[in-house]
């Protein structure tokens, strides 16, 4: 061989492989290792095998192809099916005897999901499930248990993207990030609704959060009184009337903290009625009716001297 001459191409020929020195190359362009002595291709006719690709675990078989190469190698022999949910063991198939089936294995692939329990009033996560297996395991999580858990706790709930509970891993939800979104529940109490201070805001919560101070009935009304003081005579005592709650106020709680987040100012007006002046021997009054005052919620108290003279005769 003309030690300038390489072979540059190794032909093709369907239904053959070629070999040099009884091993497989691929046909095209070859650069022979020793340039200066013959290089001799060598075609060998391709045996079909028949290939089973089985599931490791269960042992069932999953697929049969039939594919052609070389006896005893490698090459034109891969693991051409890809079969959904599986992922072969290995790369190439490698047939050692032509009458008995060759077997390759494939195992479930991995699969995972994530369920992200969000408080979309603080942008806050309160809780992270991972939902891990393989392809084709049923997906046994139910987020409905801690969804009743943060409702309990004074959560309202507003988006659920979980709907796959019951349904199996694979490609529709491996690697999915679903989201179930919460916001703060509040409550505006009034004096007809009044919270318990120290008691659970949910009765199914016990260890949860309390009504705080400021939210009794007590502490929402406010009476309104009227004082009328009778002056220049001993023994007669002050006229006060009292309109048991007059005034209102309202405040609003978050129930999942217990906090107040805000709170009106007392409104109402109280109007009182006028008041006869008592009768005191030896003295006459400046009026014969005193009162009738109207207090607000900045001034609740009201107060009026009057006075009794002595009588002139």
Sequence with gaps: MDPTKVVTEIPNVPGYTPTINGQPVTPGSYTPTDPSGDTTVVYVKNTSVTVEYFDQTTGKVLKTDTLTGLMGGDLNYTTTSTIQGYVATVSTVTPTDPTQNTKVTYVKKDAALTVLFLDKTTGTTLATVNVDGK????????????????????????VNEFGQAGTTLGDANNGKTYLIEFERQTKTITPSDPGQPGQPINPNDPNGPKWPAGTGASDLVKDATQTIHYQGVSGVEDSVTT?????????TVDL???????????TGQANFETVKTPVVNGYHADKALAGGLTATHTGPAKRQRHGDLPSQR
């Design 135 to 158: 392809y084709g395991d049923q997906i046994k999580f139910s987020p409905a248990k801690l969804i009743q858990s943060f409702e309990q706790k004074g959560y309202h709930l507003i």
């Design 243 to 251: 309109i048991k709650g007059a005034f209102e106020k309202t405040v």
């Design 256 to 266: 999942v903290t217990g906090k107040i987040v805000s709170e009106t100012d007392f």
